[in-house]
């Protein structure tokens, strides 16, 4: 089992960045499949990056391609979203999501994932 904490979260400014942190507990981390997704009032949860469990491979939805990037560091037990170029409609509380798998795999749907944090909010300002 794991436990998932996200940080770094806040309000910025359109064209701006953030760094998202996903603190993760357990000590088979280097075997989880991680993804970032994220809900905006009154949407439905939406995928946004994911990540195998080696690291290499990732996978991005479409409208984050080029701005945002995925990363983890399985020593420390943390998945990262750096997100550039940000927009009003990036807005939204963005959840950090665990899976255990055998195999290194990317998982970009939802009810891939057994784990999840309780989100951060990030606000854009136009």
């Known amino acids: 089992q794991v436990q998932l904490v996200e940080s770094g979260g806040g309000l910025v400014q359109a064209g701006g960045s953030l760094r998202l942190s996903c603190a993760a507990s357990g000590r088979t981390f280097s075997n989880y499949a991680m993804g970032w997704f994220r809900q905006a009032p009154g949407k439905e949860r939406e995928f946004v990056a994911a990540i195998s469990s080696n690291g290499n491979s990732a996978r991005y939805a479409d409208f984050v391609k080029g701005r945002f990037t995925i990363s983890r560091d399985n020593a420390k037990n943390m998945v990262y979203l750096q997100m550039n170029s940000l927009k009003p409609e990036d807005t939204a509380v963005y959840y950090c999501?665990?899976?255990?798998?055998?195999?290194?795999?990317?998982?970009?749907?939802?009810?891939?994932?057994?784990?999840w944090g309780q989100g951060t909010q990030v606000t854009v300002s136009s």
């Open positions: 999501a665990a899976d255990w798998r055998l195999t290194p795999t990317v998982l970009t749907t939802e009810t891939d994932y057994d784990y």
